[in-house]
């Protein structure tokens, strides 16, 4: 078992920055992949962005390109997602999320994750 706690997340203005960090618990944690998503109120969950386990591959949604940058510190056991150029339309909870498989390709759709965090709030105002 992996447990995810994710911080980090608040109330910003739009334009502004947050970063969200995810720290893991296991030794294994290095090997994993990981992801964000986030879900809206009334929405589905949707993908934001994952790293493979080495940190060489990146994917992002559209939505988010430019704008956002998921690193990882296997030292820390940690994932973040860095988020500039915060619009009203990102306002969400934040998902945290582990991928236990190898995989030529980090994955984007949440049945593939393992295991999920609790969630953090990123509320972002006109």
């Known amino acids: 078992q992996v447990q995810l706690v994710e911080s980090g997340g608040g109330l910003v203005q739009a334009g502004g920055s947050l970063r969200l960090s995810c720290a893991a618990s296991?030794?294994?944690?290095?090997?994993?992949?990981m992801g964000w998503f986030r879900q809206a109120p009334g929405k589905e969950r949707e993908f934001v962005a994952a790293i493979s386990w080495s940190g060489g591959s990146a994917y992002y949604a559209d939505s988010v390109k430019g704008r956002f940058t998921i690193s990882r510190d296997n030292a820390k056991n940690t994932v973040y997602l860095q988020m500039n150029s915060l619009k009203p339309e990102d306002t969400a909870v934040y998902y945290c999320?582990?991928?236990?498989?190898?995989?030529?390709?980090?994955?984007?759709?949440?049945?593939?994750?393992?295991?999920w965090g609790q969630g953090t709030q990123v509320t972002v105002s006109s």
């Open positions: 296991g030794r294994t944690f290095s090997t994993y992949a």
């Open positions: 999320a582990a991928d236990r498989l190898l995989r030529r390709y980090v994955a984007t759709t949440p049945s593939v994750y393992d295991y």
